[in-house]
């Protein structure tokens, strides 16, 4: 197979082994290691590039001769040759890694031989949550009663990346919010049991009239956030409550208004 590669405004017929290719996972901070073998012992020069979504091909580090021990080295990046192999090393690898890279064969600048090909991924830090699951009360709560709302935070350690501790943030969401308030931050007090994959949770309060809403969890890790499915407090007695007291803001009007009547019409009667 032949590609067609433009560089340096120069159009160069190259040679491209398609059976060559690699790909290669890696978390971010580790070092990785890429390899090329190399049959050739003729005086050739061997180059590593690398190719990005979006940005122009990026040229790594070369080696001038097959069988002489220079070593490129940059802050990051390390090229060498062993034998039968070309080597580039990268150090403390970065999100920004993820993309081609090629090890390319030149005997003179008008012929290129693509050798090998890896694609790398380098990952995010991932912590082990899997889920998240809350579960509402058993029954409406009567004002001046007290509530334990749970959180209970699944995770897989094999997942674990970093090792971050959890901190788990409580939100509440009542009817007339646009989007769930802020109330509580857990700083990591938890109930694991003899399984230290499922975790509990919890926040308590003496509820009110107005504590009526869902209550959001969200347990935050290295970086990433994830929400419980929220848990709904209903109060008993809140609808009789709610009229009584719009019963009595109704009477109160009432009252002031008869009386400025009374003391209006008395002031009229005075004057005359």
């Given at each position: 197979?032949?590609?067609?590669?433009?560089?340096?405004?120069?159009?160069?017929?190259?040679?491209?082994?398609?059976?060559?290719?690699?790909?290669?996972?890696?978390?971010?901070q580790?070092?990785?290691?890429?390899?090329c073998?190399v049959?050739?012992?003729?005086?050739?020069?061997?180059?590593?590039i690398?190719?990005?979504?979006?940005?122009?091909?990026?040229?790594?580090g070369?080696?001038?001769?097959?069988?002489?021990?220079?070593?490129?080295?940059?802050?990051?990046?390390?090229?060498?040759k062993?034998?039968g192999?070309?080597?580039?090393?990268?150090?403390?690898?970065?999100?920004?890694?993820?993309?081609?890279?090629?090890?390319i064969?030149t005997?003179v600048?008008?012929?290129?031989?693509?050798?090998?090909?890896?694609?790398?991924?380098?990952?995010?830090?991932?912590?082990?949550?899997?889920?998240?699951?809350?579960?509402?009360?058993?029954?409406?709560?009567?004002?001046?009663?007290?509530?334990?709302?749970?959180?209970?935070?699944?995770?897989?350690?094999?997942?674990?990346?970093?090792?971050?501790?959890?901190?788990?943030?409580?939100?509440r969401?009542?009817?007339?919010?646009?989007?769930?308030?802020?109330?509580?931050?857990?700083?990591?007090?938890?109930?694991?049991?003899?399984?230290?994959?499922?975790?509990?949770?919890?926040?308590?309060?003496?509820?009110?009239?107005s504590?009526?809403?869902?209550?959001?969890c969200?347990?935050?890790?290295?970086?990433?956030?994830?929400?419980?499915?929220?848990?709904?407090?209903?109060?008993?007695?809140?609808?009789?409550?709610?009229?009584?007291?719009?019963?009595?803001?109704?009477?109160?009007?009432?009252?002031?208004?008869?009386?400025?009547?009374?003391?209006?019409?008395?002031?009229?009667?005075?004057?005359?």
């Open positions: 197979h032949h590609v067609t590669v433009i560089c340096s405004h120069h159009i160069l017929q190259c040679c491209a082994n398609n059976q060559n290719f690699e790909i290669k996972s890696v978390a971010a580790q070092n990785v290691t890429l390899t073998p049959e050739t012992e003729d005086r050739a020069s061997l180059k590593w690398r190719i990005i979504s979006g940005h122009q091909p990026e040229f790594l070369k080696t001038v001769d097959f069988d002489s021990g220079e070593v490129h080295q940059t802050s990051r990046y390390t090229i060498k062993e034998p192999t070309i080597i580039l090393h990268i150090n403390q690898t970065q999100i920004s890694d993820t993309g081609l890279y090629y090890c064969l005997a600048w008008t012929d290129m031989i693509f050798l090998k090909g890896i694609f790398l991924e380098v990952k995010g830090a991932q912590s082990s949550i899997s889920g998240v699951v809350q579960a509402p009360p058993s029954e409406a709560l009567r004002p001046g009663e007290s509530v334990s709302l749970q959180c209970s935070v699944l995770s897989d350690s094999e997942k674990k990346t970093c090792s971050e501790d959890y901190r788990v943030h409580w939100f969401a009542g009817s007339h919010q646009s989007h769930p308030a802020f109330i509580y931050t857990d700083g990591g007090r938890a109930e694991c049991g003899n399984s230290s994959q499922k975790c509990f949770y919890s926040f308590s309060k003496e509820v009110g009239v504590d009526a809403a869902t209550y959001y969200a347990v935050a890790a290295c970086g990433e956030v994830m929400f419980g499915n929220g848990a709904r407090l209903d109060i008993k007695g809140k609808t009789r409550l709610f009229l009584f007291l719009n019963q009595c803001v109704t009477v109160s009007v009432v009252l002031i208004w008869t009386i400025k009547k009374k003391n209006c019409n008395n002031s009229k009667t005075a004057f005359l």
